[in-house]
């Protein structure tokens, strides 16, 4: 029993060691502000949110999401968005401008009934993400996109990368 148990501590630690030696998918640092290389800033920034396979959501208009609930955020190089809104999945379109602003239309979903207070978090998901006009990076590690007046929508993390 005390080898098994040192085993899983062995797993354990090998395992929180990896997870302080991976690498950020995102650039160090990206501002929208800067006009000497913004247009350089701007595709490094559309690759790196195309980089992550799968950005989770951790936040929605500063109110939380419901513990346990998945919400995803995968940004393809064609394009397309799509993920889990929680309940079910939706797809449409994303483009990063020229300007450093970012836009999601032509949002789809399926139509799966579900617990109450999913349905309602997946609503103001949908709505946020059809909402934002603009990102930026929290701690190098955070995606944050917002609204034209700056006001935090989503915060996502991303959860697995390309390789």
């Given at each position: 029993?005390?080898?098994?148990?040192?085993?899983?501590?062995?797993?354990?630690m090998?395992?929180?060691?990896?997870?302080?030696?991976?690498?950020?998918?995102?650039?160090?640092?990206?501002?929208?502000?800067?006009?000497a290389?913004?247009?350089?800033?701007?595709?490094?920034?559309?690759?790196?949110?195309?980089?992550a396979?799968?950005?989770?959501?951790?936040?929605?208009?500063?109110?939380?999401?419901?513990?346990?609930?998945?919400?995803?955020?995968?940004?393809?190089?064609?394009?397309?968005?799509?993920?889990?809104?929680g309940?079910?999945?939706?797809?449409?379109?994303?483009?990063?401008?020229?300007?450093?602003?970012?836009?999601?239309?032509?949002?789809?979903?399926?139509?799966?009934?579900?617990?109450?207070?999913?349905?309602?978090?997946?609503?103001?998901?949908?709505?946020?993400?059809?909402?934002?006009?603009?990102?930026?990076?929290?701690?190098?590690?955070?995606l944050?996109?917002?609204?034209?007046?700056?006001?935090?929508?989503?915060?996502?993390?991303?959860?697995?990368?390309?390789?």
């Amino acid at each position: 029993m005390k080898t098994i148990v040192r085993l899983c501590s062995s797993i354990i630690m090998v395992a929180a060691l990896g997870a302080c030696s991976s690498q950020s998918p995102v650039p160090a640092s990206v501002s929208n502000d800067s006009t000497a290389g913004q247009q350089e800033a701007v595709a490094s920034a559309s690759t790196s949110l195309a980089s992550a396979l799968e950005w989770q959501v951790e936040d929605i208009n500063q109110g939380g999401i419901i513990d346990y609930s998945m919400i995803t955020v995968n940004f393809g190089m064609d394009g397309q968005v799509s993920g889990s809104s929680g309940c079910n999945q939706y797809s449409g379109r994303w483009q990063q401008l020229d300007n450093g602003d970012i836009r999601f239309d032509q949002l789809i979903s399926t139509r799966k009934a579900c617990a109450p207070a999913l349905m309602m978090q997946e609503q103001r998901f949908l709505a946020a993400l059809q909402g934002a006009s603009q990102y930026r990076w929290l701690h190098d590690t955070w995606l944050l996109l917002t609204d034209d007046e700056g006001r935090a929508l989503l915060k996502l993390i991303p959860k697995s990368t390309k390789s």
